[in-house]
């Protein structure tokens, strides 16, 4: 069950026991990666608690952190669906090109298929921050380009701590 906060005419707020979720880390992985979350197609809160029970379940990974879920409209490509996002945080050992993989892998299970920019996607994991690396090669940058100008990021991760 969620509990539904209006913020303003375009973006609502959803609370379920797993968004927001906080536990203290366990594991003695090296790294740790704040991972947005987003998609417009089916039931995106659904997809969000199975993704969430596939990286608790998954090794080599933990996961510390959920955010809230935040409905928005879509940018860039307009005539779709509003979109729900989310944030989670992580503790991973995997360098950010591999966990990136993992993410890409993550993508493709849950039935995301690449077909234009800013396209209707059923999941959309991108890597926000990864420690304090800054990364800048053709297939990712990190920190995200775009974060810090993204309601459907800024929102979410105001009740996640880094």
Same mark, same amino acid.
């Given at each position: 069950?969620?509990?539904?906060?209006?913020?303003?005419?375009?973006?609502?707020?959803?609370? $379920?026991?797993?968004?927001?979720?906080? %536990?203290? &880390?366990?594991? $003695?992985?090296?790294?740790?990666?704040? +991972?947005?979350?987003?998609?417009?197609?089916?039931?995106? @809160? %659904?997809?969000?608690?199975?993704? *969430?029970?596939?990286?608790?379940?998954?090794?080599?990974?933990?996961?510390?952190?959920?955010?809230?879920?935040?409905?928005?409209? !879509?940018?860039?490509?307009? !005539?779709?669906?509003? *979109? *729900?996002? $989310?944030?989670?945080?992580?503790?991973?050992? &995997?360098? !950010?090109?591999?966990?990136?993989?993992?993410?890409? %892998?993550?993508?493709?299970?849950?039935?995301?298929?690449?077909?234009?920019?800013?396209?209707?996607?059923?999941?959309?994991?991108?890597?926000?921050?990864?420690?304090? %690396?800054?990364?800048?090669?053709?297939?990712?940058?990190?920190?995200?380009?775009?974060?810090?100008? @993204?309601?459907? +990021?800024?929102?979410?991760?105001?009740?996640? $701590?880094?």
């Amino acid at each position: 069950m969620y509990v539904k906060r209006t913020l303003n005419d375009e973006l609502s707020t959803f609370k $379920s026991s797993l968004f927001p979720y906080k %536990r203290k &880390s366990n594991a $003695s992985f090296r790294y740790k990666a704040v +991972v947005g979350l987003g998609g417009n197609v089916t039931d995106v @809160r %659904r997809r969000f608690e199975r993704l *969430f029970f596939e990286i608790k379940r998954a090794v080599g990974i933990e996961l510390l952190q959920t955010s809230l879920i935040l409905k928005n409209p !879509p940018f860039g490509f307009k !005539p779709q669906d509003d *979109f *729900f996002n $989310s944030i989670m945080v992580v503790k991973t050992n &995997s360098q !950010p090109r591999i966990f990136l993989n993992y993410l890409m %892998r993550l993508e493709k299970k849950f039935g995301r298929k690449r077909s234009f920019a800013n396209a209707p996607r059923t999941l959309d994991l991108d890597i926000i921050f990864f420690d304090d %690396r800054i990364v800048n090669t053709a297939k990712l940058t990190i920190p995200h380009p775009a974060w810090s100008t @993204r309601q459907s +990021v800024l929102i979410p991760l105001e009740g996640v $701590s880094l």
